[in-house]
């Protein structure tokens, strides 16, 4: 039972620091042949760790996904998430013939556990704030990396920008780290995709932590004032995709999520 609490608060806290559409109706030719969950919600509202295995493994409401409501109307991204939000629905991913995943809010039974309904609650209004950055102009920068490389609004503008936060006591920001070198030498050879990181700590910390650590980003810091002040961000890692008119593509927590994308664009 304590195992489950600190679980509980673990995935919480990350969503504290890691908002209406209408229903869209198909024309037949853009109807989607779907089929119900694999799985009974009933099964998955009493136990946390059940459930957070099965939502953990099937659900990512960070990338693009067919939504469906209660009574299986397809509704956008943004009215999921806030329905999500209520505490009132579960997330099931249903078997279909969509490139993309499609999820479907299914109604909580009434004595489903409180822990699964605030878990719930907290990342979708998490995963909604991100979403409501996607569209937006990323705020004016002049950046200088420990390298003295210099990124500006203008001087990037008609390139792609790959902006990732992290400090140096974030765990899950250094653990990326070898799988985001891997993606810059993947782009080494194209000139219109730039990779900057925007780091909390100062320029010392930063210089003397990178001795022992390969990071192929641009590493800029102090950037508090621009990652939570500017863009509202209190989550770390996050991934921000920037395109070449200076408009938030994409924000995302995980790497491999951000990755992905970059390869469908």
């Known amino acids: 039972m304590n195992r489950t609490i600190l679980i509980v608060a673990l995935i919480l806290s990350a969503f504290a620091f890691s908002c209406k559409d209408q229903p869209e109706k198909q024309t037949t ?16 509202g009493t136990e946390f760790m059940e459930w957070w295995t099965y939502h953990s493994s099937n659900i990512a409401l960070s990338q693009d996904f067919i939504g469906l409501n209660a009574t299986s109307d397809t509704i956008g991204k943004k009215l999921f998430l806030e329905q999500l939000s ?26 489903t556990e409180e822990s699964i309904r605030s878990t719930i ?9 991100l979403f409501e950055l996607e569209g937006q102009p990323f705020p004016q920068f002049d950046l ?3 390298k003295g490389n210099h990124y500006t609004s203008e001087n990037t503008r008609g390139k792609t920008v790959v902006f990732k936060t992290w400090f140096i006591h974030c765990k899950a920001c250094v653990a990326e780290f070898p ?18 990181s925007l780091a909390l700590d100062d320029q010392d910390d930063l210089k003397k932590f990178l001795q022992k650590r390969e ?8 950037q508090e004032s621009l990652i939570v002040g500017d863009l509202g961000l209190q989550s770390y ?29």
């Open 237 to 265: 890692p996050t991934h921000i995709v920037v395109d070449e008119n200076g408009i938030i593509t994409k924000v995302v927590n995980k790497a491999s999520e951000m990755i992905a994308f970059l390869g469908r664009t």
């Open 179 to 196: 799988e985001l070198n891997e993606l810059v030498a993947d782009y080494g050879q194209q000139d219109n995709v730039i990779f900057v």
């Open 121 to 129: 609650k907290n990342e979708s209004l998490h995963k909604l704030k």
């Open 29 to 44: 030719a853009e109807k989607v042949e779907r089929f119900e969950p694999a799985v009974d919600p009933n099964d998955l």
């Open 86 to 111: 209520s505490g009132d629905f579960i997330p099931l991913r249903l078997a279909s013939n969509s490139a993309e995943e499609t999820y479907k809010l299914v109604q909580l039974p009434p004595s």
């Open 144 to 146: 200088t990396d420990l």
């Open 215 to 222: 990071f192929d980003y641009g590493v800029v810091p102090d």
